[in-house]
């Protein structure tokens, strides 16, 4: 699986041949609670980064998600409108939100890795 | 003081125990000068006797509808509401208590108002209701709003056929956004064209039926049209009623049906408070504002209602909220339910033929009377009349008579001086014929 | 189609599910017939319909019961309410005081409750007379120039006062673009911004729990339009810097908004006009002491300043020299007034005026003083007398309500929400929870002058109790309550996931 990174509002990116797969982390998924829905953007919409494209609820609250990377909205999880509980199951993987056709490839290097985004958790707490 | 129960001792074993010289020692963040220079020339407590004889004294001013012939409607209509509702709904455990934000200790309040929301359902015809809005009008503006939300486009259409206070809260409720209203001219003949102003940049257009001037339509084609350029349909009923007798708004294909619901259960009360429902399709519930009320189950399985969808709401959604309702009109809508409970499908089809054929009558009689023509159209228990002279003075006339005739329209459009001679008329089941003999008897004389 | 619904996992102990004097009782839909009234009505006149091409074809799906069937139906839903009636409501922010039945008797008078709206106003000069006066003495206990009576409930007002509040900025040529909202805000306050098209900037609070008058300072502009400010704010405390602030924010040409829903800790000792105030909207369902109804209907009169009065909406009552008038249109309201629109349908809560005009007029300027008295008082004595065991984030004295934060509960697995839930077991409404948001876990209790001593010393034991309870370890105890209630707690995810807001008929197999 390609390399993941992360923002400091806790979305995820994955890349592969220059289209991105984004969702919320693990970390963010466990602060919710169970996800009850998940507002998702229209399929071609244009995104900047940092945009509020999709917005996540729980019973009680509701985030905005913020684009990592700016791009084209190329598809949406449709199974999420059925099965918003696979965000609290598998966050960073069957509980993506939407994949990106990227504009700008380097908007990538003001994101987290991995370690740096635990460690940055880990501060929070 | 009949309402505090704390005694003299009381008090002082309290400040005792919290340290505090007096009362006022508690209010030291309070700056002194603003405590003390507070005098208000006010009068002191009164007895309950000395209250209610000061109240039998305001109502003493006024000519009560139950003692006048009475055949006022314009958006309020009179009805006999049955002597359980009033009792039911005076019980403490509804009427005393909170929003049930804690369902564990709120069933009854939560049940209440998902019967209303498929009550409100089925009346309309379309597929979920909140679970209600202060009143129509401001259901109407909540209505505006929503389209936009939906439809993100920010013109709004209002016919000239809506109630003027309906089409004035949407004008002042998106006045300070960047909403346009666009409202067409009253259209007490019913020739406004609606179907040639619908556009692709509209979010939505607001129609009603029975229409401000008692005028039935039928939205069907309408509907299809916005359909085809994205345009939602706002359909408002002011007299729910009807929906006894009418086709349902959702069966037309309008997209939100906005309801005023004090003509079930609530006493008119000089027009407040009252109920807006407010109901829309399925895939639009999550841009509904207001509260919904969604079934679940408790830890032991068992079946139970819960305020649900609330991340759309005000004190979780802030200024991103759908609305900023919170206190609504839980006790109406309750008021509401219990009546259309009492009279089921049988009770609620009859009084609607009831309501009908009263101002069927109504409308042959006025017809007889000398400088009085009734416009011609199908309508349910409202009609217009156009009298030979301005309308506002024989109301005056009529009343001082004791019969309280109608609503003169200039009370709505003075701008329009051709409104002037226009009086909307209602008959509902509280109108006998001897109320019928004695306006068309007054009205005779005053436009002789 | 009168199936109960038990489950078989329901620990009950009954055959019905019944449990004593709690009754299940079945959707009205799940009962009833296909035919008979609980109403009965004379004949429709025997002339010709015109309902042709419009009527309605289908049958609406309405259930037939007779009135017993209605009645008990309604009897037995009401019998799982909580209410102030039968108990304490220590709900901060909300004011669940007493409601007095004489002004539910009151509203019901033939020639009061009866009126219609549209009726000629020489025949309600009575009813014009009452709004005008409660206008008087809503004017009289803030030391206001003018009153908006038409909001049908808190935000509502909170919308007229913005409204107005945008409107006079735009008739001195610029609407401006920003409403300032303390962290510590109730929802409605930004909701409401939003709806008048400004933005809500949130200004920190202090950490006493007060607004930071630095930052307010540094967030004051040319952009900014007004101020909403709630005081005594919600975490229960005056605002001393109230004049100051005003002050800085009229400097900046802007209008100051007090949030008015905590009104009952001022109500006939404090001015808010002394205060600096342009509009302040009164929940009448609190500080008035009208019926929540589970709910509302409420009214939110808003009473304004002379720079914001004269664009108060339509309608309002004038007293002219022939009797009361009743101005509905921009045309009657002369050119002295510049109305900024129509909030609501027909004339405002009539029917929640009268009872609050019955309430202020039994209680008098010397009641109403010590309603206040003894909400504070109140409020403090729980403060003092729990502060040992919960743990209160800001220093007393409070006003008429009590906060505490849930760092008495840290370590012991039990949350704010369980202390809530286990409260219920014991008999009474839980306090308010997680609000305001500018304290960890929130519990805001608000006891009101309705209480007696004796309820406070009970509610105040059990508190102690359950504190104990909590920090000895009885996790478990308070994560299973409660138990005792008509249902447990509630699947609140399923509910929002799934979504079910009507009934529908089971499907025919």
């Not at chain 2, 963040?29 to 003390?36: A, Q």
């Not at chain 2, 939602?232 to 708004?249: D, I, T, Y």
């Not at chain 3, 403060?383 to 934060?405: I, R, T, Y």
């Amino acid at each position: 699986m390609a390399q993941l990174y992360f923002s400091d509002e806790h979305e995820w990116i994955s890349v592969e041949g220059g289209i991105g797969t984004v969702g919320i982390t693990n970390y963010a998924q466990e602060q919710l609670g169970d996800v009850v829905f998940v507002d998702l953007p229209e399929v071609g919409a244009p995104i900047n980064k940092g945009d509020d494209v999709a917005v996540v609820e729980s019973v009680k609250a509701a985030s905005e998600v913020y684009s990592p990377v700016s791009g084209e909205i190329a598809e949406i999880n449709e199974e999420l409108a059925d099965a918003p509980g696979l965000v609290n199951q598998n966050a960073e993987g069957d509980g993506w939100f939407y994949k990106i056709t990227l504009s700008d490839v380097a908007e990538l290097d003001d994101l987290m890795s991995r370690e740096d985004y635990d460690a940055y958790v880990e501060g929070l707490e | 003081m009949r309402y505090l129960p704390l005694s003299a001792d009381d008090r002082t074993q309290m400040l005792g125990a919290i340290g505090a010289a007096s009362v006022e020692d508690l209010f030291r963040d309070v700056p002194p000068d603003v405590l003390k220079g507070a005098v208000f020339d006010l009068p002191d407590h009164q007895g309950e006797l000395a209250v209610e004889r000061a109240f039998t004294a305001f109502a003493a001013k006024n000519l009560s509808p139950a003692r006048a012939p009475t055949f006022l409607g314009a958006g309020a209509y009179c009805h006999h509401i049955p002597a359980a509702v009033d009792a039911l709904i005076q019980r403490g455990e509804f009427l005393t208590s909170y929003t049930p934000y804690q369902p564990e200790i709120s069933q009854g309040t939560l049940q209440a108002l998902f019967e209303f929301q498929t009550q409100v359902c089925l009346l309309t015809g379309r597929e979920v209701s909140n679970a209600s809005m202060y009143d129509a009008a401001t259901a109407c503006a909540e209505a505006a709003l929503m389209a936009t939300r939906v439809t993100r486009r920010k013109k709004v259409l209002i016919s000239g056929g809506v109630h003027p206070h309906y089409a004035d809260v949407i004008i002042t409720q998106t006045g300070f956004t960047d909403i346009v209203c666009e409202r067409l001219s009253p259209d007490p003949l019913g020739i406004e064209d609606l179907m040639g102003r619908i556009a692709p940049d509209l979010a939505c257009v607001v129609v009603q039926t029975p229409g401000f001037f008692g005028r039935l339509s039928d939205f069907t084609a309408l509907a299809a049209q916005c359909r085809g350029l994205g345009v939602l349909l706002v359909v408002a009923v002011s007299e729910p009623v009807s929906l006894g007798a009418l086709k349902p708004p959702g069966e037309m294909g309008a997209d939100i049906v906005v309801v005023d619901g004090s003509s079930l259960g609530m006493p008119l009360s000089f027009g407040g408070p009252g109920v807006g429902l407010f109901a829309s399709r399925e895939k639009y519930v999550r841009n509904m504002p207001g509260r919904l009320v969604g079934e679940t189950v408790d830890v032991d399985g068992r079946r139970g209602w819960v305020l649900t969808l609330s991340t759309r709401e005000q004190h979780i959604r802030r200024e991103k909220a759908t609305s900023n309702i919170c206190t609504n009109s839980g006790l109406c809508a309750l008021a509401f339910s219990i009546h259309v409970a009492m009279l089921g499908e049988s009770g609620l089809v009859k009084l609607a033929q009831v309501n009908h054929k009263a101002a069927a009558a109504l409308f042959r009689r006025l017809a007889a009377v000398k400088g009085a023509k009734p416009l011609s159209g199908s309508f349910f228990n409202e009609f217009a009349v156009m009298l030979d002279r301005p309308a506002a003075p024989v109301v005056e006339a009529l009343a001082a008579k004791g019969v309280l005739a109608g609503v003169p329209v200039s009370r709505f459009y003075p701008q329009f001086p051709e409104m002037e001679n226009l009086l909307l008329v209602a008959a509902t089941e509280t109108n006998s014929d001897a109320d019928m003999d004695a306006l068309v008897a007054a009205l005779t004389e005053v436009l002789r | 189609m009168t199936e109960v619904h038990v489950s078989p996992s329901a620990p009950v102990g009954t055959v019905s599910g019944n449990r004593g004097l709690t009754v299940e009782e079945p959707l009205l839909f799940e009962q009833g017939s296909a035919d008979g009234s609980g109403v009965d009505f004379p004949k429709p006149r025997d002339v010709p319909g015109c309902l042709d091409g419009f009527a309605r074809t289908g049958r609406i799906g309405l259930p037939c019961l007779a009135e017993p069937q209605v009645v008990r139906h309604y009897t037995r839903l009401s019998q799982k309410n909580y209410s102030i009636d039968a108990g304490f409501y220590p709900l901060g922010s909300c004011t669940m005081k007493y409601n007095p039945r004489l002004n539910e008797k009151l509203a019901r008078i033939t020639g009061l409750g009866d009126l219609h709206p549209f009726q000629p106003t020489s025949t309600v000069q009575g009813a014009l007379e009452a709004m005008h006066v409660l206008a008087a003495w809503l004017m009289e206990l803030t030391g206001m120039a003018g009153v908006a009576m038409s909001p049908a409930a808190g935000a509502h007002g909170e919308l007229c006062g913005v409204m107005a509040i945008r409107a006079a900025q735009e008739a001195k040529g610029n609407p401006r673009k920003i409403i300032l909202v303390p962290e510590s805000a109730h929802g409605t306050n930004p909701a409401t911004a939003a709806l008048c098209g400004y933005a809500a900037v949130a200004i920190p609070a202090t950490a006493e729990g007060r607004v930071d008058i630095a930052a307010l300072k540094e967030k004051l502009s040319d952009d900014v339009a007004g101020i909403m400010l709630t005081n005594p704010n919600t975490c229960g405390l005056f605002e001393r810097d109230v004049r100051e602030i005003a002050a800085l924010v009229h400097a900046a040409g802007a209008f100051f908004y007090m949030d008015g829903a905590n009104f009952n800790a001022l109500i006939g000792r404090v001015k808010i006009a002394d205060l600096g105030v342009d509009a302040m909207h009164i929940n009448l369902h609190k500080t008035f002491s009208t019926p929540h109804g589970g709910g509302g209907p409420g009214a939110g009169p808003t009473v304004l300043s002379p720079a914001l009065a004269p664009f108060a909406p339509l309608p309002f009552v004038r007293k002219g020299k022939d009797g009361f008038e009743l101005v509905e249109t921009r045309a009657q309201a002369g050119a002295e007034a510049h109305p900024f629109g129509r909030m609501k349908g027909f004339h405002g809560q009539f029917g929640v005026i009268l009872r609050a005009l019955g309430y202020a007029m039994s209680l008098g300027k010397d009641g109403l003083r010590q309603t206040s008295g003894d909400a504070v008082l109140n409020a403090n004595y729980l403060l003092s007398s729990l502060k040992d065991v919960l743990s209160a984030p800001f220093e007393g004295p409070c006003m008429h309500e009590a906060l505490f934060d849930d760092g008495f509960l840290k370590d012991t697995g039990v949350a704010t929400l369980d202390i809530a839930k286990a409260l219920i077991d014991e008999g009474y409404h839980p306090m308010t929870m997680y609000f305001p948001l500018v304290v960890h876990g929130a519990l805001l209790m608000e006891p009101t002058e309705s209480e007696s001593k004796q309820t406070l010393d009970d509610f105040i034991a059990t508190i102690r109790a359950l504190a104990a309870k909590a920090k000895a370890g009885e996790e478990d105890f308070f994560h299973a309550a409660p138990r005792l209630t008509p249902r447990r707690r509630l699947d609140e995810t399923l509910a929002a996931r799934k979504p079910v807001l009507r009934w529908t008929p089971p499907a025919v197999e």
